[in-house]
């Protein structure tokens, strides 16, 4: 056997991974693992909890995406307590969210993946980030932290924490909005669509072009899709029915409830992080030339099983991407290209919401009264559908929890992809740091 | 010249990083005096060399080391005691680092209870023995904070850490201070609400229903939370998610402090004092659903969360 690359830690992503490369003899690819090394507990220590405190409990799972969380598990909650939230609530509860999401996908856009594509993928380490972006395009990167404290601005100053959030209970959420604060918002949420159409013309002209041999070629695998859709197909981060494609773009559409009989969760004694598989195609078998059970999440999978968006500026540029990379698109950097094809509904879902009075409705949280009951919560997470799975006692405590979260859904994937980016770029032993960054991009795109 | 600086996540959820992002504009400002000579997040230092072909774990020297989350695992540990020997100033940011954090409530079991659950008793997860090789690291004892470990020269708290709280360490550090932390003030020192010191009596209320407050009116206009007779941790929290100025975070929305920011001082005993204040305001402390946990949602280490007998059968 040969040597093993260590690549470690993965960088610029949300989280601990890494990356090992196995070269035969020959110094040819024999095999590549991506490692999430990192378990923390919370379907165990989530057990005894209050119901009601589980929404500013489980946001804690993710720092960047802890609106998705807090309100995956509000929902859970609801369905627990067996009560709906008035509408007022749901729509102060999707505005936060697409607030939150606007901020995520700037985030990993420019401070994240842009690095790479902005300063080059072969460029020295040491400038091949954020601070070399913010020499590089100055007036972008103020523009960006501006925008983000934009986002902080609007969440905070009505819902306090932007960070692991406390506003969605069971049955609602804890504050109703003032006219007033409506009528701050608006512009501000005006000012993120704007920045959002401007951040998808910059990408279009000055990104996509010039790395359309990299995204042909880099971490592309062909396996399934899973999303949220709405009844009549519009892709939805709050609300709808879970869609499941296979390769060749067949789907399944099912309930939150059934989602126990398509999706199962292996694991192999060299990950903490589990893989999620859809157990009904078959056994998890990640090999590149016949996966099977493997199915994606996040930005690109979402784009793949929607029929359409549910706003018009992202719909057109849908419309675009679709004609361009057809349906399902396997393309693996296509990710951030879809990312942003997402932040314009986002934008424009926010706006949407502040032009809505009913949002100011004071009629904001149903009563509610503990029962011994079962509930199940997602949304889409920026990464991908999240799953809470509570069960609780007739005092309203918590005896089981069941969670399939964001990033996990993608661990097959991602480990495909590396593999698949590694043997496409290592040959005979050769290999530089831009080759090795280059096998990480497969994973970025992914955003972990 | 730029102070170099080393920067990483342990057992986090990576919310603490994103503060730093936060910092909002006078985060450029800040970005050009500080190097950044290892941060997972922004920048493709790696441990093991550029190349991937390293023995052993390189943490470059720097002035400040900055860690985030708890220490969970034995990597975890070794990484950490690798960066506290190569930096001059280390600082815990966040409360996980500074106490734990809420996934030190897995302290609450025996480590082979957690895995049981996780790997043999979810839902949809196919029942496998417990992940082993050299690639897994293994679980420390507890989920412990950074000072249970090593030492620490600057605590900075939060769940998350405000923005202001970050750059105002890191720029007392720039000026050459050798120290910094929060004022020993409480949440409530730092809340307008209205207090008249007594409550309507009885047990502690659930979470089940909202405040009683006028949304048109600030809150210097709504009645204390614990005054409403539900748990509020504000008394024996520490004042500073609000940052340098507005009000408590939590209570901004309308909602209880649940003690993210962790003791006021150092020795405090949240959870004894908490039940005092409780009991101050006419409430029954012993009334208050899932107490040890509830009261120490963030602080589970430093032996406050500890492995409780099973529960009888009913």
């Known amino acids: 056997m040969g040597k093993v690359i260590n690549i470690q830690p993965v960088t610029r992503i949300e989280g601990h991974a890494k990356v090992s490369i196995t070269l035969d003899d020959a110094g040819n690819v024999a095999d590549t693992k991506l490692y999430v090394q990192t378990l923390r507990g919370f379907e165990k220590f989530c057990e005894g909890r209050p119901v009601e405190e589980m929404p500013r409990t489980v946001c804690h799972i993710c720092g960047i995406c802890p609106w998705a969380h807090h309100l995956a598990s509000a929902k859970a909650t609801d369905a627990c307590y067996g009560v709906t939230p008035p509408p007022a609530a749901v729509k102060l509860r999707r505005l ?4 939150a999401y606007v901020s995520d996908k700037i985030l990993n856009f420019y401070f994240l993946a842009a690095p790479d594509f902005v300063i080059g993928p072969d460029a020295d380490y040491s400038v091949r980030n954020v601070i070399g ?14 925008m983000r404290h934009l986002g902080a601005q609007i969440i905070e100053g009505f819902a306090g924490r932007a960070i692991h959030p406390t506003f969605a209970v069971p049955g609602g959420v804890s504050k109703p909005m003032t006219e007033t604060e409506r009528q ?3 512009p501000l949420a005006k000012e993120l669509l704007e920045f959002s159409q401007f951040s998808m013309k910059f990408a279009k002209e000055n990104v996509f072009p010039k790395y359309l041999n990299a995204i042909k070629t880099i971490g592309v695998i062909k396996v399934g899709y899973l999303g949220t859709v709405t009844a009549d197909g519009a892709l939805d981060f709050y609300d709808g029915k879970l869609r499941l494609m296979k390769p060749d773009g067949a789907y399944d559409d099912f309930t939150y409830e059934q989602y126990a009989d398509y999706l199962g969760e292996w694991v192999e004694p060299w990950s903490y992080q589990k893989f999620p598989y859809a157990k009904k195609w078959g056994k998890l078998n990640m090999s590149l030339d016949n996966p099977v059970g493997v199915y994606r999440t996040n930005t690109l999978s979402r784009i793949n099983v929607a029929d359409k968006m549910a706003t018009p500026l992202a719909q057109a540029e849908f419309e675009e991407f679709r004609a361009a990379f057809g349906r399902p698109a396997h393309f693996t950097l296509l990710y951030h290209y879809a990312r942003l094809i997402e932040l314009l509904q ?5 706006v949407q919401l502040l032009e809505d009075k009913e949002i100011t409705s004071t009629d904001i949280r149903v009563p509610i009264t503990p029962r011994a009951a079962r509930g199940i919560g997602c949304v889409e997470a920026p990464r991908g559908t999240l799953i809470h799975d509570y069960e609780c006692d007739e005092n309203g405590l918590i005896t089981k929890v069941n969670l399939i979260v964001g990033t996990t859904h993608n661990n097959a994937a991602m480990n495909m992809s590396v593999n698949q980016a590694a043997k496409a770029l290592i040959h005979e032993g050769k290999y530089d740091q831009g080759i090795l960054n280059k096998v990480e991009m497969a994973i970025r795109a992914y955003d972990p | ?13 990576s919310g603490c990083e994103i503060s730093i992002l936060n910092i909002g504009d006078p985060l450029l400002d800040l970005l050009p005096q500080l190097e950044f000579v290892h941060i997972t997040a922004l920048v493709d230092h790696k441990f093991f060399g550029q190349l991937g072909d390293g023995a052993t774990m390189e943490i470059p020297e720097a002035v400040v080391g900055i860690v985030s989350g708890g220490v969970r695992n034995e990597e975890q540990k070794h990484e ?7 930096v001059q100033f280390l600082i815990s940011l966040g409360s996980c680092a500074c106490y734990g954090g809420v996934p030190a409530q897995a302290n609450m079991w025996k480590n082979d209870e957690v895995f049981e659950k996780v790997f043999r008793n979810c839902l949809t997860t196919d029942s496998a023995p417990n992940p082993e090789d050299p690639n897994v690291p293994k679980w420390t004892p507890t989920c412990a904070a950074v000072d249970e470990v090593v030492k620490v020269d600057i605590a900075i708290p939060g769940c998350p850490p405000h923005p202001d709280w970050i750059a105002d360490a890191v720029l007392a550090l720039l000026s050459g201070k050798t120290a910094w932390s929060l004022p020993e003030r409480s949440v409530c020192d730092t809340c307008p609400v209205i207090r008249e010191q007594k409550s309507g009596g009885g047990p502690v209320k659930r979470w089940l229903q909202n405040m009683e ?20 941790m504000g008394p024996v929290t520490l004042a500073g998610c609000n940052g340098k100025a507005g009000v408590p975070r939590c209570i901004q929305a309308r909602t209880p402090c649940r003690g993210c920011f962790g003791p006021i001082r150092k020795g405090a005993r949240p959870m004894v004092e908490m039940m005092g204040a409780l009991t101050s305001v006419g409430l029954d402390p012993k009334s208050l659903v899932d107490r040890r946990a509830m009261m120490n949602r963030y602080i589970g280490g430093h032996g406050f969360l500890t492995v409780i007998p099973a529960r009888p059968a009913k």
């Open chain 1, 346 to 350: 986002c934008a424009e879902t926010a």
């Open chain 1, 184 to 186: 701050k918002m608006l």
């Open chain 1, 133 to 146: 972006i913010v020499q590089a395009a100055p007036e972008i990167a103020k523009k960006v932290v501006h």
């Open chain 1, 96 to 99: 936060m969210q697409s607030v």
């Open chain 2, 1 to 13: 010249m730029a102070v170099k600086v080393v920067e990483d996540w342990l057992n986090a959820c």
């Open chain 2, 80 to 86: 950490l005691e690798e960066i506290r020997k190569k």
């Open chain 2, 213 to 232: 407050f006028n949304p048109e009116e600030g809150l210097e206009k709504m009645r204390c939370i614990n005054e409403q007779g539900f748990l509020c």
